[in-house]
């Protein structure tokens, strides 16, 4: 090659590979030099992973439609946020999965809806069948997916009938993480679907499910102890209605579970499931490693449901996050255990992994919060809003009514958690939390898709 000092004569290959290195950011503003730059800007090697962010905003849709056209065939980690309550933005989306159909080299998909119900579009092609008919194009044609969410949205998932056979037949020995959970439109009132569970004894490489408790059964649990398949790390489990004849995961499934899969976590989740609450105990077994609990607008809590916990999940238990609505701006009380001690202090204290404690709607008394924050310093969350602290009202020092913190009790916390803390402001919560005519999916549905992110193989 000639002697040249200009950067323009830098060979391609090695560019790419500079670029690489560098930010979104830096890469638009370097690759504006010269046209010859700007053309290695969507090499293959650049774009392994992209976002396509579809949210209400003209400007935002056209730089998504711009990126899905020039690395939908390409790319091979693709997270799609989109608003699905916006029939254009709809649109827009299957326009990517129709690109992403035809990428061979595509490993991961990730959706993350707005909301789990999509508004349609009123146009030709732009149907549930489309999308489906696209997911399937999806699964026939890439040659190794590895990770597929579906955003919890229930119109796929009661669809997986027929696109869990088609992954089975083309992706069994790739995909390691499959995240078919819903959360339903109506949850006292859906009609269950027959899932082919038998399909899951061809996944060879999964170990990482997200499903609804609806169709978890022990002869599924038990496909997965095979010492030719990858062991299961995590289970994410929704539970919404509970039919009559459900069948229950016995304590001996998840015991002979957890000694082929040392490593498995469960994430336990309840929404909008007062029957789910009240028949916790039918869940709950002692073998079954629950490291995440979750009770979102449940209507109450199963006291004997927190005693099971906070006494067989002391080793695997990381995070509690319970929400509950409030009338008339008042917490609900939480009644105390036989013993009269504070079920979640109690918890706090046994469950020595615990790193997560979020109480929404629930009463805690001031001297609760301190005995929290001195057995469990280890607490990385402790959320608890301002509306729902107290006082104990025999307390002669005590102020009259629901008042602010005194600042004893502020330094109390804070020298027991050994870091700054203070409770949540009323104005930060889910109007959800005070008005009961509110939808609250928009309360947890990042949380349940941030379950649902890929994660790399435990060590």
């Known amino acids: 090659m000639a002697a040249d000092n200009s950067w323009g004569a830098i060979p391609s290959v090695i560019l790419v590979q500079i670029l690489s290195y560098l930010s979104l950011c830096d890469k638009l503003n370097v690759t504006s030099t010269c046209r010859r730059w700007r053309g290695c800007l969507f090499h293959p090697l650049m774009w392994q992973k992209a976002f ?257 916990i906070m006494r067989h999940y002391r080793k695997t238990l990381e995070s509690v996050y319970i929400i509950e609505g409030m009338t008339d701006r008042q917490p609900n009380p939480i009644l105390p255990q036989a013993d009269g001690e504070h079920p979640f202090v109690m918890m706090a204290w046994c469950c020595k992994n615990l790193r997560h404690l979020t109480l929404i709607g629930y009463r805690m008394y001031e001297y609760d919060l301190r005995a929290i924050a001195c057995v469990r310093p280890e607490l990385e969350t402790f959320a608890i809003p301002e509306c729902c602290i107290t006082y104990y009202q025999d307390d002669p020092d005590a102020p009259d009514g629901n008042a602010e913190l005194t600042s004893q009790t502020w330094i109390e916390v804070y020298e027991g958690l050994r870091r700054h803390w203070e409770p949540i402001p009323d104005s930060k919560l889910h109007p959800a939390v005070f008005d009961e005519h509110v939808d609250a999916e928009s309360a947890y549905l990042p949380m349940l898709l941030q379950d649902q992110e890929w994660t790399a193989k435990c060590s």
């Open 52 to 308: 396509f962010g579809y949210p209400n905003s003209e400007g935002s849709v056209c730089a998504a439609k711009f990126l899905a056209q020039k690395c939908g065939h390409f790319v091979s980690q693709a997270i799609v946020k989109f608003d699905s309550s916006n029939p254009k933005i709809v649109k827009e989306t299957l326009e990517l999965f129709r690109s992403l159909a035809c990428n061979r080299r595509l490993q991961q998909i990730t959706l993350k809806p707005s909301s789990c119900y999509i508004e349609w579009p009123h146009e030709r092609g732009t149907s549930l069948d489309r999308f489906l008919d696209t997911f399937e194009d999806i699964a026939k044609n890439a040659r190794s997916l590895h990770h597929i969410s579906f955003g919890c949205m229930q119109e796929f998932t009661d669809h997986f009938d027929t696109l869990l056979p088609v992954l089975a037949t083309h992706q069994a020995d790739s995909l390691e993480s499959l995240h078919i959970s819903s959360i339903k439109e109506d949850p006292e009132d859906y009609e269950l679907f027959e899932l082919p569970l038998s399909t899951f004894e061809n996944f060879y490489r999964l170990r990482v499910l997200s499903m609804d408790y609806d169709h978890l059964t022990n002869n599924l649990l038990l496909s997965f102890i095979d010492s030719r398949k990858a062991k299961l790390e995590k289970l994410n489990i929704h539970v919404h209605g509970i039919d009559p004849n459900q069948e229950r995961i016995t304590n001996r499934t998840w015991r002979r579970l957890r000694q082929h899969s040392p490593h498995l976590r469960v994430s336990l989740n309840l929404m909008h499931s007062p029957e789910g609450c009240s028949r916790m105990l039918d869940i709950l077994q002692s073998a079954m490693p629950v490291s995440t609990f979750r009770q979102l607008f449940c209507s109450g809590l199963n006291d004997m449901a927190l005693s099971f």
